[in-house]
């Protein structure tokens, strides 16, 4: 079956712009995880949808938001960029619900360049 | 401070060498998982481990899930080129959360 798919794959955008990012996930799969990736920091958990509901945020400030779909499509918003937003945004879909240790499946990511 | 501390965070070895990579942190888990990224693509899945003392094989890549499950280690056995890649741990209370990983270079 088909696997997550990202899009746009790569973008490049100026400070003070915003952004969407798209993700479909594995058909059947209704939990939508996104995170930043970074040299520095690694990956960092953005947040988590399940069922068109945000079940878990992490700690980044408000510019970054998502949303889900009922056709659990997500996507993710980014508003007024700043040059440390440059990122590979990671979107990963899983069948898991709750607390269970499910399998992430992971796109191949939108790498974003903020200019 | 990261959840999850991963150690080293480089490694650069030749082909034919063995290697272990370790994942620390202070918290209890009720199970770990490893990942392997690739340049270009999303990370993908090597393993789960769920009781304390485990041990799973995965061809030549030994993992091991400590006694008290806070930590993880990953023995790579006889490496190869195509082992490169970053070693992620990953480990969830209310989400999943990942470790900066351990970037390994294996030389021909």
């Known amino acids: 079956k088909a696997g997550v798919t990202q899009t746009p794959r790569y973008l490049i955008k100026t400070r003070g712009q915003q952004v969407t990012l798209s993700c479909s996930p594995i058909?059947?799969?209704?939990?939508v995880s996104w995170y930043q990736q970074t040299p520095g920091q690694g990956l960092q958990f953005l947040f988590e949808?399940?069922?068109?509901?945000?079940?878990n945020k992490g700690n980044f400030p408000g510019r970054f938001s998502g949303r889900q779909f009922s056709n659990s499509r997500s996507e993710m918003n980014v508003s007024t960029l700043e040059l440390g937003d440059s990122a590979l945004y990671l979107c990963?879909?899983?069948?898991?619900?709750?607390?269970?240790?499910?399998?992430?499946?992971f796109g191949e990511g939108s790498r974003l360049t903020v200019l | 401070t990261q959840l999850l501390e991963q150690s080293p965070q480089f490694l650069s070895i030749q082909e034919g060498e063995n290697l272990t990579v370790y994942c620390n942190s202070s918290?209890?888990?009720?199970?770990l998982q490893w990942y392997r990224q690739e340049p270009g693509e999303g990370p993908v899945l090597l393993v789960t481990?769920?009781?304390?003392?485990e041990v799973k094989k995965l061809k030549r890549l030994t993992f091991q899930f400590g006694d008290a499950r806070k930590d993880s280690s990953l023995h790579i056995t006889a490496a190869q080129p195509g082992d490169t890649g970053l070693y992620l741990c990953?480990?969830?209370?209310?989400?999943?959360?990942f470790g900066a990983g351990t970037r390994l270079t294996v030389k021909p």
């Open positions: 990963a879909s899983s069948s898991a619900s709750g607390r269970a240790n499910g399998e992430l499946f």
């Open positions: 058909s059947g799969h209704r939990s």
């Open positions: 949808y399940f069922s068109e509901t945000q079940r």
């Open positions: 918290s209890v888990f009720s199970s």
């Open positions: 481990v769920v009781t304390g003392g």
């Open positions: 990953a480990a969830k209370n209310n989400d999943m959360r």
